[in-house]
């Protein structure tokens, strides 16, 4: 689904990541773990076409990133849904059209799909707010609204950026819930965190391969977390 094979990335400073190689497979779940500047987010990025590597090869969907028409890319990040860390909404919008954004931005018929919309926001436990525009939202519910609309387009891979870096212990583990949920109905998923009490939560429930950027490369995280 999301190939990086000796993938590289440097930025104006210099080199960030170097020989980074990661197949994700359908239906897989993987943690990224490091330090804060580590690479983490930038990583995430190439995964998902916002970068693109300096250096090896990043495939999306069996095709290489750098043969991709802009039309292309588009159309293939309607298969990977993103929550990033830092949940941006617009304001000025309910917490319900924001969910329903990406269905409105790719020329969906939104009222057709209202059925599913409701259905997805009662999911990640907003109906009661779905009126509300967004500054009105705790951090968790925030971060639910963010997960329901990167997932609106039912998406193929669900890459996730610090998910529970801003919520309390008991909103950390609903969400990573509906992560698993997630992964349970078949979708690949992608979180970059650095919060190894969650790590080891998930993996008393499900099979999840760890991994590391420690000195700009990837590695298979030890036994120890």
């Known amino acids: 689904m999301i190939e990086l094979e000796n993938a590289a990335y440097n930025y104006g400073g210099g080199e960030l990541l170097n020989d980074m190689s990661l197949r994700l497979q359908p239906g897989s779940f993987h943690f990224l773990t490091g330090p804060s500047g580590a690479g983490k987010s930038t990583f995430l990025k190439l995964c998902y076409m916002e970068l693109v590597a300096s250096g090896g090869a990043v495939q999306v969907f069996g095709t290489d990133v750098r043969d ?90 669900i890459l996730a950026d610090e ?21 349970r109905m078949g979708k690949s998923v992608l979180i970059a965190t650095h919060d190894l009490n969650l790590i080891r939560m998930a993996k008393s429930q499900i099979s999840a391969r760890v991994l590391r950027i420690k000195d700009k490369r990837l590695q298979l995280a030890g036994a120890d977390l």
Do not use: Y
């Open 163 to 183: 998910p529970t870096g801003n919520v309390d212990w008991e909103m950390s583990q609903r969400l990573l819930s509906l992560l698993i949920e997630l992964n």
């Open 68 to 157: 991709l028409e802009r039309d292309q890319i588009a159309m293939a990040r309607r298969r990977i849904g993103v929550v990033h860390q830092d949940c941006k909404f617009l304001d000025h919008l309910s917490v319900a059209e924001n969910i329903a954004l990406p269905l409105t931005v790719s020329g969906r018929d939104v009222q057709a799909e209202q059925q599913n919309l409701n259905e997805l926001i009662s999911w990640v436990g907003l109906t009661s707010q779905q009126n509300q525009r967004p500054p009105e939202l705790s951090g968790g519910e925030r971060q639910r609204a963010a997960l329901a609309r990167a997932i609106i387009m039912d998406p193929d891979v």
